[in-house]
């Protein structure tokens, strides 16, 4: 055992190191932080909508959904202005990010992002009429900028909403909006700016001081745009083809979720914020995947994905990563060391909301060979379990995005809005419980001298 952590120590921890110190990877973090809110929001507005139009209508309770109707158009308001376009806010954050890790003007940074994004969706709309149409009915369509020739109607500057402003932007923004802030950053970095007095105000000075660098980074990713466009398709559309259904797909694999979840429980042993390192991952592919299936939850519509973010929260990570808030429960219950006793009930409290630094640092798991395996080892089985049960479609898969902090069981519910789910909750914790016990009991037959040694 100790040979294989010095192994680990000695290899993967310092590639874990230097991946957090990535300014790229640190600031796409920070950019879905950043949208935290208008996330929050949205899913508020979707679990609403659940508990008073989507439950009431499978129990036939129409007359209560026809008095909230009022506040069911006012979540559809909400969830319009935050998930349905949160690939447009997305775009925003990551270059604002960006720029503030390389410390030139970010507001500038964030709109040459935001610009690129624009650029990259389909603009014209094509339509065929089943049939001709009356004069009022040609006049109509023309005076709204449409043209029509015969049973063909066609427009430009028609964005499509409902596919392109929300979580399927996401990969876009990465790859298009990478290239814009490189030519950005570079002339920043160079001073191929416009340098005006000290006399001006500052927030006019940095506006002009942008003003060579993002024209140079529109036109760059508009040539980009301009040749795909000889192809007869757009950059979000090869994007979202060749590389985020690939990797989406991919995704939904026992490999995938299983080599995730290992490896966060990994960089945490050796003291690194596994989820955090690892959040552009989590958070580009499957983030991407569940607001997908939120929106298509709004919609009506069958849920794309069966493994989303949220899954490792809810049934590989109970209490924080390692599933740690069970490992609180089995000290209190079974330790006779007092050291751990005393670090159990004042990590408890916090472990309720996720929160396991004051365990992981103060106990410590860090580290310890005692806790490696079974650190390790309880995240693997309960995500393999829960995994098991949504292939097998025992239960549902998430349809609401939750905050992380969200206690046990009132995330499973609030996430899933599936009783199901809080039983396999509940059945991942007892087995995570069942892994620790028997390291806790053997935890007690050292003696502190010895760790102190």
């Not at 409290?349 to 929160?355: D, K, T, Y």
């Amino acid at each position: 055992m100790n040979r294989f952590i010095e192994w680990l120590n000695k290899y993967l921890v310092p590639i874990a190191a230097k991946i957090s110190t990535v300014r790229w990877l640190v600031a796409l973090r920070d950019a879905f932080i950043a949208i935290m809110p208008a996330m929050m929001a949205g899913s508020i507005a979707t679990v609403l909508n659940a508990l008073v139009r989507d439950i009431p209508t499978k129990f036939g309770w129409m007359g209560f959904v026809n008095s909230m109707q009022w506040l069911i158009g006012i979540n559809a308001m909400v969830w319009t202005g935050t998930l349905a376009i949160l690939g447009l806010i997305f775009a925003f954050t990551f270059g604002y990010q960006l720029a503030i890790q390389y410390k030139v003007e970010p507001v500038t940074g964030g709109i040459v992002t935001l610009g690129t994004f624009i650029m990259s969706l389909p603009q014209n709309f094509t339509g065929t009429l089943t049939q001709g149409l009356s004069k009022g009915a040609t006049k109509i369509l023309t005076d709204s900028g449409m043209a029509v020739a015969g049973k063909k109607v066609t427009a430009w500057g028609y964005f499509n909403f409902g596919t392109y402003f929300g979580s399927y932007g996401f990969f876009t923004v990465m790859i298009l909006g990478a290239i814009a802030s490189t030519v950005y950053i570079m002339l920043m970095k160079k001073h191929i700016t416009i340098k005006m007095p000290d006399s001006v105000p500052p927030a006019v000075a940095n506006a002009f001081t942008g003003v060579i660098p993002a024209a140079a980074a529109f036109y760059v990713v508009g040539i980009i745009n301009w040749i795909f466009s000889k192809f007869n398709t757009t950059v979000i559309e090869w994007i979202a083809k060749v590389i985020q259904e690939p990797l989406l797909n991919m995704s939904q694999g026992y490999g995938a979720v299983l080599l995730l979840t290992l490896l966060v429980q990994i960089f945490w042993f050796f003291g690194i914020h596994g989820s955090n390192v690892l959040a552009p991952i989590l958070d580009g592919i499957w983030l991407t995947a569940q607001l997908a299936n939120v929106n298509a939850f709004q919609a009506g519509k069958t849920l794309p994905y069966m493994w989303t973010r949220n899954c490792f929260d809810l049934y590989a990570w109970i209490g924080g990563a390692g599933s740690t808030l069970l490992l609180l429960v089995a000290i209190l219950m079974f330790s006779k060391r007092d050291d751990q006793r005393s670090v159990a009930k004042l990590a408890i409290g916090p472990g309720f909301f996720n929160i396991n630094e004051p365990v992981m640092f103060g106990m410590p798991i860090v580290l310890d060979p005692i806790y490696f395996l079974p650190f390790v080892l309880a995240p693997v089985v309960t995500v393999s379990i829960a995994y098991a049960a949504l292939s097998a479609g025992w239960v549902s898969p998430i349809t609401n995005n939750i905050v992380w902090s969200m206690p046990p069981i009132m995330n499973a519910l609030v996430a899933t809005m599936d009783w199901r789910s809080v039983v396999l909750q509940l059945f991942n914790a007892a087995v995570a419980f069942a892994i620790y016990v028997p390291f806790v009991k053997a935890a007690n037959k050292i003696k502190l001298t010895e760790i102190g040694d």
